[in-house]
């Protein structure tokens, strides 16, 4: 939904802002500098005919991050 997409958005921005994403592969980084802002419709978009696959991926990945308990060691899941 529209909804959902700008919050994987946000979502990727924030964590990538913060570094608590870190991104090492390149075409993740190319996708994201390609986006540009239009007018027409006031949000960030690429480029007419380019990809941006990966990176809808992985802002996907970083929403559906919070929903995911984290095991520890000790075999005790920690929902912070």
């Known amino acids: 939904t529209k909804s959902s997409k700008a919050a994987a958005i946000g979502k ?5 802002k913060t ?10 980084l190319d996708q994201a500098m390609s986006y540009q802002y239009n007018p027409n419709s ?10 941006s696959d990966l990176l809808i991926t992985a802002m996907i990945a970083c929403y559906m991050s919070e929903d ?3 095991e520890t060691k000790f075999g005790v899941v920690d929902m912070t």
């Open 19 to 28: 570094g608590e994403l870190i991104v090492h592969d390149p075409e993740i």
């Open 12 to 16: 990727f921005e924030e964590m990538f």
């Open 68 to 70: 995911v308990p984290i």
């Open 42 to 51: 006031g949000r960030a978009e690429p480029p007419e005919g380019s990809y």
